[in-house]
């Protein structure tokens, strides 16, 4: 029998194949949010009906954090690393990771979407070493200029801080990122990073968010990170959240990012999105687009 969604959240990480590339969803574990404080100049009564209206309980969300790793047969790819120590249910990337059979030192590409807790907060082990020694890191310039800019500090308190304080985001960022700034390189256009993996620029989350699309033999699939956070946002167009930075711009993003991948069919992986693994289909729907989880086509597979 094939397992629940449960089960193979259990398990740690879920295998799949998009054409000769190996990919495996991978769970970092989960956080849980307060929904209450996820909206921006939203009256309460009007968040309390949007949360009614996609049955999601006032006082929690939990958030699974899943990312994945993929082997193109010439490159072992990670995106984005986890949030190390951030929740009290976080930081089991690496560890999950050994458990599907991929040593972090195999690891030679590391995209880094953007630079919130959630997604870097696993950089360095405990020791202050990089968790993933042998890899190049890819991120693209003006991610990394924002971050350590005086800029960065200001935009987290006026959006982020009801969240997690400002001073925890600075921390991260600088803490994890500043020590690997040598083996960064710095990107500054949409590109074919390496064979069949391409960046596409997708801002307003963050001031240089990003996208990865990895094709082979007519196959593709989407790593869409924080274009969309949950899977209801796809229902309303115009809809942000605090966590994106640059609301204006985020709408934009994510219309360019769900018309493409719907107009392409092209599988997702959406780090935030329920079930685990979370993978699924962005389809059109009305004004907006809806999510169709993988777990519906894989025969035998339970939500439960
Ligand atoms: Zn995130």
Known sequence: MQPTTTQLLQKGFYRFKVGRFECISVSDGSYDYDPKLMFSGLPEDKVKEILHHHHIPLDKLTSPYTFLFVD????????DMGAGTLGPNTGKLVNNLKLAGIRPEDIDTIIITHAHPDHIGGTLNEEGKPNYPNARYIMWKIEWDFWFSEEASKKVDEHLSKIVPTEIFMKIAHGQ???IKDRIEFITKEIEILPGVSLHFAPGHTPSHLAISFSSEGEELFFTSDTVVFPFL???PDLVMVFDMMPGIAVHSKRKICDLVAERKALVHAQHFSPFPSLG???????????KPYY?????????
């Open 234 to 236: 796809l229902e309303r």
């Open 296 to 304: 519906y086509q894989i025969e035998g597979l339970r939500s439960a």
């Open 281 to 291: 289909h962005i389809i059109k729907k009305d004004k907006g687009w809806q999510w």
């Open 72 to 79: 193109t047969g010439e490159h072992k790819i990670l995106a």
């Open 177 to 179: 990122l500043g020590p």
